[in-house]
C-alpha cells in the first residue's frame, strides 16, 4: 500500500483519537486535536490528566475508547508509543499514525507484526489536513 493509500485508509475510520493530546495550545498534542475539529472530524483526546481539552472529554486510556475509534494519532515520545500500540492492538484499532517525533522502529515493527496500518513516515497529519 502506498503512503497515499495508507492516510486515505486512516482517514475513512468513523472516529479517531489523539493519544497525548495537551490542553497547552502550543503543544502538538492540541494542535492536532484542533486540526481534526477544523475538519468537522470526531476526535476524542486521550490524557490521564486533563477531564476535558478543547472542549472535548477526555479518556485516560487508549483501553477506554470508545469501539467506533479505529484510528489513531500518537504524539508521545517513542518509549511510549511502544506502550500505545500494543493496547491499540488489543482494542481492535486498526489504523496507527505516529506523528514526526512518535516514531520507533520497536513500534513500527509492532504495527507490522500486528497487520496494523501504520503511517510513520514522518507525514504530518496538519500537513495532510490543512
Known amino acids: 500500500?502506498?503512503?497515499?493509500?495508507?492516510?486515505?485508509?486512516?482517514?475513512?475510520?468513523p472516529?479517531?483519537?489523539?493519544?497525548?493530546?495537551?490542553?497547552?495550545?502550543?503543544?502538538?498534542?492540541?494542535?492536532?486535536?484542533?486540526?481534526?475539529?477544523?475538519?468537522?472530524?470526531n476526535a476524542i483526546p486521550v490524557n490521564p490528566h486533563e477531564d476535558q481539552?478543547?472542549?472535548?472529554d477526555c479518556v485516560a486510556a487508549v483501553t477506554d475508547l470508545p469501539a467506533e475509534v479505529e484510528s489513531?494519532?500518537?504524539?508521545?515520545?517513542?518509549?511510549?508509543?511502544?506502550?500505545?500500540?500494543?493496547?491499540?492492538?488489543?482494542k481492535g484499532i486498526k489504523n496507527i499514525w505516529?506523528?514526526?517525533?512518535?516514531?520507533?522502529p520497536a513500534a513500527i515493527q509492532y504495527c507490522r507484526e500486528h497487520n496494523l496500518n501504520v503511517i510513520a513516515d514522518g507525514s504530518c497529519v496538519l500537513v495532510v489536513l490543512n
Open 1 to 13: 500500500m502506498t503512503t497515499s493509500e495508507q492516510i486515505a485508509q486512516f482517514l475513512a475510520a
Open 53 to 56: 481539552i478543547e472542549g472535548v
Open 98 to 104: 505516529m506523528q514526526p517525533g512518535a516514531e520507533s
Open 15 to 41: 472516529a479517531f483519537a489523539v493519544v497525548g493530546a495537551s490542553a497547552n495550545r502550543n503543544k502538538y498534542g492540541n494542535k492536532v486535536l484542533r486540526c481534526y475539529q477544523r475538519n468537522n472530524l
Open 72 to 90: 489513531i494519532s500518537i504524539i508521545t515520545p517513542a518509549q511510549i508509543t511502544e506502550k500505545i500500540v500494543q493496547q491499540a492492538a488489543k
